[in-house]
C-alpha cells in the first residue's frame, strides 16, 4: 500500500494515480480528508486498470492497406513469384491527439502467421508496419492455393485481438497464362501433329509401291527434272531376264 498526498488546485482535492506506471489489476483507494476544528471525511474508490486498446482492424479497410487486397472476395492475391505487401496502420484509443484522432501506437511487435511459419511486420514509423510476402515458394503449378493467416499484433499492457486473413497464391503464369494450361496446350497441340505425321505415314506405306513411283515421276515431270533411274521400271526383256535368268 502506499500513501499519496492529494493536491490542492482551485479549492480542489486531486488525486493524481498514474495508472500508466502501474501493473494492470484491482485497486481499493481509500481517501481521508481532515481538518482542524473539521469532522474528517471518508472516501472509497473501487478502481481497475485494464489493459489498452487499439483501433478496430478490418483487411482491406482504413488500417490495414494492400494493393493484393481484392474487395470483392476479401482475400489477398497474388501470382506465384509475386511478392505481396500489406501495410497496417495502428492507433492507440487511449491517448487521444486533441485534434479528434488518437496518437499512433509504437514499438509493438506485428507478426503474421502462416502455414506453421511467422513473418515479421516492419516498423516504418507514425504507427505505420509494413510485411513483404514472398510467394515464390508456395506449390501453386498445378492449382491456385488458398492459405489462412493471422496477424498478431502485441505490446505491453495493450490487449489486441488477433486478425484473420485469407492469402491466395495464384498459379504460376507465362504470357499471362497459366503455365499448367499452357503447358497441356502445347503439349496436347504436339501430340495432334505427331498423330497426324504418323497417320500420314501409315496411308503412304498402304500406297501401292508402283503407284507412289508414278506420282514421283509426275512430280519430276512437273518440275521439269530428270526421272532417276530409281523410279524407272525395266523394259520387258530385263525384267523376264531378271526372273528367269540368262
Known amino acids: 500500500s502506499d500513501n499519496v498526498d492529494l493536491v490542492e488546485v482551485n479549492s480542489l482535492y486531486v488525486l493524481d494515480f498514474d495508472t500508466e506506471t502501474r501493473e494492470v489489476g484491482k485497486y481499493a483507494l481509500f481517501v481521508t480528508l481532515q481538518k ?7 472516501a472509497f474508490i473501487d478502481l481497475e486498470i485494464k489493459n489498452r486498446t487499439i483501433l478496430t482492424l478490418e483487411p482491406g479497410g482504413d488500417y490495414i492497406k494492400s494493393e493484393n487486397y481484392d474487395s470483392e472476395s476479401g482475400q489477398y492475391k497474388a501470382v506465384k513469384g509475386e511478392d505481396i505487401v500489406i501495410t497496417i496502420e495502428l492507433w492507440d484509443k487511449s491517448n487521444p491527439d486533441g485534434i479528434g484522432g488518437y496518437l499512433p501506437l509504437l514499438n509493438a511487435d506485428v507478426k503474421l502467421y502462416i502455414e506453421g511459419n511467422d513473418e515479421n511486420f516492419d516498423e516504418d514509423g507514425n504507427g505505420e508496419y509494413t510485411l ?47 503455365m499448367f494450361y499452357f503447358i497441356m496446350i502445347i503439349s496436347a497441340i504436339a501430340a495432334v501433329g505427331v498423330s497426324l505425321v504418323t497417320y500420314r505415314q501409315v496411308q503412304r506405306r498402304k500406297i501401292p509401291k508402283f503407284v507412289r513411283k508414278v506420282r514421283e515421276m509426275q512430280k519430276n515431270i512437273k518440275g521439269g527434272q530428270s526421272i532417276p533411274d530409281s523410279l524407272l521400271y525395266p523394259s520387258k526383256e530385263e525384267y523376264m531376264v531378271k526372273l528367269f535368268g540368262d
Open 36 to 42: 482542524d476544528n473539521y469532522a474528517p471525511r471518508m
Open 132 to 178: 513483404t510476402l514472398s510467394t515464390k515458394d508456395y506449390d501453386a503449378f498445378f492449382r491456385d492455393l488458398t492459405l489462412t493467416a493471422e496477424i498478431r499484433i502485441s505490446k505491453e499492457n495493450y490487449d489486441i485481438d488477433p486478425i484473420g486473413i485469407t492469402i491466395v497464391v495464384k498459379m504460376s503464369e507465362i504470357f499471362g497464362f497459366p
